[in-house]
């Protein structure tokens, strides 16, 4: 089996990157594929608790979906990752360790590709979806009226 690890530093507290990986309103403005058009996310973030993400590439409706498979707020996820064109079913365990109060390392493994095309096609993906993160202004509860 292949995976790959990508390793960030972040400016975001933990709590925040946390329910950007949980809140389907955050979900929706970073992890979606390049060029993909949202139709709409959905999560329900207890464990074994669904996740979707649906969209349309190149005007052709489909979908990213899986379970949450172990929550630990703040700082650790494990969830299941199924897009409907491949056969195989991969697991993202993702670590978030506090630097600051206001930097966060954020650790992404991805694992069991069936293959190394399958691996460096969805590290691609995740390099624009992390860029896509990165850009996202920090909304907390005390500043969203």
Excluded at 20 to 38: F, K, R, S, V
Excluded at 81 to 109: G, K, Y
Aim: net charge negative; hydrophobic share 40%; proline share 7%.
């Amino acid at each position: 089996m292949f995976q790959l690890t990508l390793v960030r530093q972040l400016m975001y507290p933990v709590t925040w990157l946390y329910r950007a990986w949980t809140d389907p309103e955050m979900m929706q403005q970073w992890l979606l594929p390049a060029g993909a058009d949202l139709i709409e996310v959905t999560a329900n973030a207890v464990q074994d608790g669904e996740y979707h993400l649906r969209f349309a590439l190149a005007g052709k409706p489909t979908q990213i979906h899986g379970h949450y498979r172990k929550l630990h707020p703040p700082d650790h996820l494990i969830l299941s990752w199924h897009w409907p064109e491949s056969p195989q079913t991969t697991l993202i365990d993702l670590r978030l360790n506090a630097a600051s109060h206001l930097t966060t390392e954020m650790m992404v493994r991805h694992t069991a590709f069936a293959d190394a095309e399958s691996r460096n096609q969805q590290r691609a993906q995740w390099e624009h979806c992390l860029r896509q993160l990165q850009q996202m202004p920090m909304i907390t509860p005390e500043n969203t009226d």
